[in-house]
């Protein structure tokens, strides 16, 4: 069973900074990442596939990257309506479907 | 507008059953593999279980296998999780989630999800 580790577990991070968040998987997961994007009292959100594709009307500022077992999920200049809890999830071995245990974003 | 709502949660004693139902529209549910996660009060994201697009593969967490089972009604657009046997550590928000259409396992769209919680 594959194990998802993100860090840190929360980030403060000031309006219009960059922000980068990192996931590692216990094994390799090849491509096959997703981030998440979760405020308070709402679904989560997909915003990346295959480590690195934005999902349908995700803004240029959210760029992932990484392969294996080694992946980070950028916001260039965070915007406030950007602070959230973020999470990374495998899907090439399952099940089952693992989740990271979520980075929080707060304003610093 | 793509949409999954959710319903069926509430409040059950340990030991009791719930059935969450998860309503599809906006898209051809036939041909989605669909799936359950649920999120604890405070805690992260759990994905609690599977069903392909004809009801031939399904899958479920260790922690729920036994007790819980998933099921689609193609003509009903419709997302189903029969929850026997519900335990304390089953208090959570329960989401239905489809999987994305180009990359099978990530989940492009989420219900805004239903609460159940196990208490005496």
């Known amino acids: 069973e594959i194990v998802m580790t993100q860090s840190p577990a929360t980030l403060s991070v000031s309006p219009g900074e960059r922000a980068t968040l990192s996931c590692r998987a216990s094994?390799?997961?090849?491509?096959?990442l997703a981030w998440y994007q979760q405020k308070p009292g709402q679904a989560p959100r997909l915003l990346i596939y295959?480590?690195?594709t934005r999902a349908t009307g995700i803004p240029a500022r959210f760029s992932g990257s990484g392969s294996g077992t080694e992946f980070t999920l950028t916001i260039s200049s965070l915007q406030s309506e950007d602070f959230a809890v973020y999470y990374c999830?495998?899907?090439?071995?399952?099940?089952?479907?693992?989740f990271g245990g979520g980075t929080k974003v707060e304003i610093k | 507008e793509v949409q999954l709502v959710e319903s069926g949660g509430g409040l059950v004693k340990p030991g009791g059953s719930l059935r969450l139902s998860c309503a599809a529209s906006?898209?051809?549910?036939?041909?989605?593999?669909m799936n359950w996660v649920r999120q604890a009060p405070g805690k992260g994201l759990e994905w609690v279980s599977s069903?392909?697009?004809?009801?031939?593969?399904?899958y479920y967490a260790d922690s729920v296998k036994g007790r819980f089972t998933i099921s689609r009604d193609n003509a009903k657009n419709s997302l189903y999780l029969q929850m026997n046997s519900l335990r304390a550590e089953d208090t959570a928000v329960y989401y239905c989630?489809?999987?994305?259409?180009?990359?099978?396992?990530?989940?492009?769209?989420w219900g805004q999800g239903t609460m159940v919680t196990v208490s005496s």
């Open positions: 989630a489809r999987d994305h259409q180009l990359s099978r396992g990530a989940f492009d769209i």
């Open positions: 906006g898209f051809t549910f036939s041909s989605y593999s």
């Open positions: 069903i392909s697009s004809s009801s031939s593969y399904i």
């Open positions: 094994q390799s997961v090849s491509s096959n």
């Open positions: 295959g480590a690195s």
């Open positions: 999830q495998q899907y090439n071995n399952w099940p089952p479907w693992a």
